[in-house]
């Protein structure tokens, strides 16, 4: 049972950071990709970043490249999203996301079959 625990969200103001963190558990997830996504009110889910675990390949949607570092730890199983320069408008419930190889539509929700319960993160301006 892969399991997804998200945590390091919080209230920042404009321009600072966080450190998201996805511990993941119940598989080995060399063979994995792993995603981070972000749910603001009245928004549909959207993707964020993604690496493939094995090879360390990323991707970013074009409105936090730049600012954002999608990263993994082998020995910790945790995927991390470093967020800096932050925006009012990257305030969202941000969820981690696993699926098993990689697939040519990474950055498609329903690419995804495990998801963990999200982490909020505030920007205030």
């Known amino acids: 049972q892969v399991q997804l625990v998200e945590s390091g969200g919080g209230l920042v103001q404009a321009g600072g950071s966080l450190r998201l963190s996805c511990a993941a558990s119940g598989r080995t997830f060399s063979s994995y990709t792993m995603g981070w996504f972000r749910q603001a009110p009245g928004k549909e889910r959207e993707f964020v970043a993604a690496i493939r675990w094995s090879v360390g390949i990323t991707y970013y949607a074009d409105s936090v490249k730049g600012r954002f570092t999608i990263s993994r730890d082998n020995a910790k199983n945790t995927v991390y999203l470093q967020m800096n320069s932050l925006k009012p408008e990257d305030t969202a419930v941000y969820y981690c996301?696993?699926?098993?190889?990689?697939?040519?539509?990474?950055?498609?929700?329903?690419?995804?079959?495990?998801w963990g319960q999200g982490t909020q993160v505030t920007v205030s301006s």
């Open positions: 996301a696993a699926r098993l190889g990689y697939t040519a539509q990474v950055m498609g929700v329903n690419s995804y079959n495990y």
